[in-house]
């Protein structure tokens, strides 16, 4: 039987962000300069981008958002049957939208899109960025949240176990982590900022698999790679 695909087309996740314009946004901080248009697109793109993990992260739990009524800028919840198969059939009772759950399930497979242990965090990028009137409180905003991890849901909550910039920024996870490491801080940068770098690095040397390269080495020689 040929695979059901009715109702893929309409459904777009918002991709995740170049990291070239991240860069330049730290490069424009560092030097003390806010670029609001720059804050307000990678802003805006890391909002839908943290909507869509949230509205997956909703169907999974059974509150599929119809993608078309969405576009008409209606909200329509249709539910997810119990019946869990990836044949079961959803349709909007508002429109003719209508999708099995294993044709939705693959529009968002392997693109970074699973909220795993790191829901907090998009869901308080969402409402901060919301609240966020002025381009300082727009980028802390943007500085938290591409600096957060996912925590182990099960074994241990205090344990981080990946950054969650690898759901919101382009590139493999030790890639992002490796470019978030990277990024240029100048004297001019935010005390907050600063510190918040600092936590982070502490915090990815606590994922035991996450080997990033030492910041300076202790004694001043080469730390040559192997
Ligand atoms: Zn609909």
Redesign the pocket.
């Known amino acids: 039987m040929a695979e059901d695909t009715t109702g893929q087309e309409d459904i777009r996740w918002a991709p995740r962000v170049p990291k070239h314009k991240i860069r330049r946004l730290y490069e424009w901080e560092s030097k003390g300069i806010l670029d609001e248009e720059l804050i307000e697109d990678v802003g805006f793109m890391l909002l839908l981008r943290c909507q869509a993990i949230l509205t997956i992260r909703d169907a999974r739990e059974g509150r599929v958002k ?1 993608p ?2 969405e576009r008409e800028g209606a909200t ?1 919840i249709v539910p997810r049957p119990q019946e869990r198969g990836p044949d079961a059939r959803m349709e ?1 009772d ?2 003719d ?1 209508a999708i099995t759950w294993g044709a939705y399930h693959k529009t968002y497979q392997h693109k970074q899109l699973h909220s795993g242990g790191a829901v907090a965090a998009f869901e308080t990028y969402v409402k901060a960025y919301g609240r966020a009137r002025t381009p300082k409180a727009k980028i802390l905003a943007i500085d938290r949240l591409i600096h957060e991890f996912h925590y182990s849901l099960r074994t241990d909550p205090d344990q981080p176990t990946r950054p969650a910039a690898v759901n919101l920024i382009q590139g493999k996870l030790t890639d992002v982590a490796r470019f978030l490491d990277e990024l240029t801080y100048g004297e001019a940068a935010t005390a907050e900022l600063e510190s918040r770098r600092r936590e982070w690095r502490d915090t990815v040397d606590r994922i035991p698999w996450m080997a990033l390269p030492a910041r300076e080495p202790a004694d001043g020689s080469d730390s040559e790679e192997r």
Do not use: I, P, Q, S
Request: overall charge positive; aromatic content about 12%; hydrophobic content about 10%.
């Open positions: 119809c078309r009524c329509t909007c508002r429109c939208w």
